[in-house]
T-cell receptor
Framework: GQNIDQPTEMTATEGAIVQINCTYQ??????LFWYQQHAGEAPTFLSY??LDGLEEKGRFSSFLSRSKGYSYLLLKELQMKDSASYLC??????????WGAGTKLIIKP | EPEVTQTPSHQVTQMGQEVILRCVPI?????FYWYRQILGQKVEFLVS????????KSEIFDDQFSVERPDGSNFTLKIRSTKLEDSAMYFC???????????FGPGTRLTVL
């Protein structure tokens, strides 16, 4: 079966750095996405990785290792508005987007 | 900035009734998707649509579901006979290329009583 694992919840302090991990086992791989979702709202795109390595975009970076079936999202200089759920999603061999359950990130002052 | 829109924002219906959820994707996008998210659960892929036909569909997308692009702008999801378990947030998304960032609409919250 297809599976994407992420921690259910993480807590971090404003101004700090947090790393959210994602491991996946899917039927094929055509790329990995990270989305941010505030409660009651739609997911918004953060990053896309299809090759191994680190993609940096402002305060957010995403890393991928295809051989390990592993990715992480790194958030720097945390702000209170970063409190949200972070969803890892993988394109499978049929280009269906398979979603993780999301990691709820709580930012404390 | 162009955005995906969805109507209605909230739909309440009786079990067994038909519902149509509407989406207007970003105008120059070519690929369209429907997802659902049951409250407190993960986002689930329902169907993708390209060139006026279904590209892929999940196991959830059974005979009770259908999609249509009736004109150049709207993209609809129809549930023929709603069940209690269809209660969820339904998101429409579109992208200009199949491997690109998907832009999500704000969602329609469907409540089946």
């Amino acid at each position: 079966g297809q599976n994407i694992d992420q921690p259910t919840e993480m807590t971090a302090t404003e101004g700090a750095i947090v790393q959210i991990n994602c491991t996946y086992q899917t039927s094929g791989f055509n790329g990995l996405f990270w989305y941010q979702q505030h409660a009651g709202e739609a997911p918004t795109f953060l990053s896309y990785n299809v090759l191994d390595g680190l993609e940096e975009k402002g305060r957010f970076s995403s890393f991928l290792s295809r051989s390990k079936g592993y990715s992480y999202l790194l958030l720097k200089e945390l702000q209170m508005k970063d409190s949200a759920s972070y969803l890892c999603a993988v394109w499978d061999s049929n280009y269906q987007l398979i979603w993780g359950a999301g990691t709820k990130l709580i930012i404390k002052p | 900035e162009p955005e995906v829109t969805q109507t209605p924002s909230h739909q309440v219906t009786q079990m067994g009734q038909e519902v149509i959820l509407r989406c207007v994707p970003i105008s120059n996008h070519l690929y369209f998707y429907w997802y659902r998210q049951i409250l407190g659960q993960k986002v689930e892929f329902l169907v993708s649509f390209y060139n006026n036909e279904i590209s892929e569909k999940s196991e959830i997308f059974d005979d009770q579901f259908s999609v249509e692009r009736p004109d150049g702008s709207n993209f609809t999801l129809k549930i023929r006979s709603t069940k209690l378990e269809d209660s969820a947030m339904y998101f429409c998304a579109s992208t200009g290329g199949s491997h690109n960032e998907q832009f999500f609409g704000p969602g329609t919250r469907l409540t089946v009583l």
